[in-house]
């Protein structure tokens, strides 16, 4: 391990799950991530042996099965595995956002029901908030549900599902308008459902269709899908909570440590784009002598490695102040932006530094060039975290009087 991006503070179990993963990711993902990625190719061995480490449980506590860790320890962990292949970090981050939202917003029944065979990786997780034409405004949400006795009836098209296809229990974001006065205000009329489904695509039960995966230009291997529900019944237990009309807390709850995931994925890419940068640089000879003795690329690398340290001290920070009961949607907004920014310029100083190499699919950096844009999206994008960090700085520093 380089000096870059070390946590201070860090418990001696905390030290060895970070170890074991990164032995993981060494060993099973980085020799093997490029060639899946250029098939388009779900890591099944992969996340068969990431089961067997107990990581889909990270989180879960202890008395469901899971190893009770903290975010910090599962954001580092993300790190971790970003570095290796960042598709791998979104098979875990959406299946961590559900059983998250589980943890703090479920019923008895639904924790007791889900969480220890999601700890085992028995039951993977999928959220959905987004539609086509949707974007970041969530407030305009079609998709609804309609009481039917026992059932609830849903019907509408979600888009940008990560595990559409892969995942057996999907939480989906709708509205219910049901009881409540005309006017009410769109967020407090959208509910949670747990939607619970056979893996694979088409009609994966009864008015529930995942048309297949969508052609993406890079965060491949993982299954990115659309979920079309026609009539498609849910009972009103596996309403998240047991009471309508409480959704857009529970997702934006979620969203707010999937951010310092995102974060965490951006710490990992950008660390290792350095890496390839800074051992391309010693191999690589030109007038004469290696480019890593050229005053240019010195430049580049001095950069590339205070953004790599500069965003994981942020995303660390964000981390440790959810763990602490602290609010941190200022801090997780930063971090995700901070770190998905520099990840971006990161990456693309290691890709000027292989030169013509870079554009080549036999480098690696070529893979990590197509994957750091989706990170400028994901769990909202730079613009969307501005308005958060611009909104909350202004009620911190609120002139008085």
């Known amino acids: ?46 996340v068969e042996g990431l089961k067997e480490l107990g990581l889909f449980g990270l989180m879960i506590p202890e008395e469901y099965g899971g190893l009770g860790e903290s975010l910090l320890t599962y954001a580092l962990c993300v790190e971790e595995i970003a570095r290796g292949w960042m598709s791998v970090s979104g098979i875990i981050n959406t299946h961590f956002i559900v059983a998250y939202m589980l943890k703090q917003h479920g019923t008895q ?36 549900a309609v009481r039917d006795g026992d059932d609830y009836v849903l019907t509408g098209q979600k888009m940008w599902l990560t595990n559409g296809g892969s995942s057996t229990l999907v939480a989906v974001l709708v509205r219910t308008d049901e009881g409540r006065p005309e006017g009410t205000a769109p967020h407090k009329s959208m509910t949670t459902f747990l939607i619970e489904k056979e893996p694979g695509f088409g009609q994966v039960k009864p008015g529930l269709t995942i048309p297949g995966k969508i052609e993406k230009m890079g965060y491949k291997g993982v299954d990115t899908t659309e979920l079309i529900m026609d009539g498609l019944h849910v ?39 350095f890496e390839l940068g800074v051992s391309y640089a ?44 602290q609010r941190n949607d200022l801090e997780a907004g930063m971090a995700k932006y901070l770190a998905s920014e520099y990840c971006k310029e990161v990456v ?38 501005k308005m958060i960090i611009g909104r909350r700085l202004l009620e911190e520093y609120r002139i008085q009087g």
Do not use: W
Request: neutral net charge; aromatic residues 6%; hydrophobic residues 35%.
């Open 1 to 46: 391990m380089g000096r870059l991006a070390r946590t201070e503070g860090l418990t001696d179990v905390q030290r060895e799950i970070l170890a074991t993963v990164r032995e993981f990711v060494d060993k099973e993902i980085i020799p093997v991530a490029t060639e899946l990625e250029h098939r388009d190719e779900y890591p099944t061995r992969i």
């Open 109 to 144: 029944e639904q924790k007791d029901h889900f969480l220890p065979r999601m700890a085992t990786g028995e039951v993977r997780g999928a959220f959905s908030m987004s539609e086509p034409g949707l974007g970041s405004d969530v407030s305009a949400i079609t998709s609804k």
């Open 235 to 273: 009972p009103a237990d596996r309403v998240l909570g047991g009471a309508t009309g409480r959704g857009f807390y529970q997702m934006m709850d979620g969203v707010e440590v999937g951010r310092v995931n995102v974060a965490a994925r951006g710490c990992g890419v950008a660390q290792r784009a």
């Open 282 to 325: 010693q191999q690589r000879h030109t007038f004469g002598k290696p480019i890593a003795q050229h005053q240019a690329i010195q430049f580049k690398l001095a950069e590339m490695g205070t953004k790599v340290e500069a965003a994981h001290a942020m995303m660390v920070n964000a981390a440790r102040k959810k763990d602490s009961g």
């Open 348 to 385: 693309e100083d290691a890709f000027r530094i292989h030169g013509g190499y870079g554009f080549s699919k036999e480098y690696e950096i070529e893979r990590l060039y197509r994957e750091a844009p989706m990170l400028l999206i994901g769990e909202g994008t730079a613009e969307i975290q």
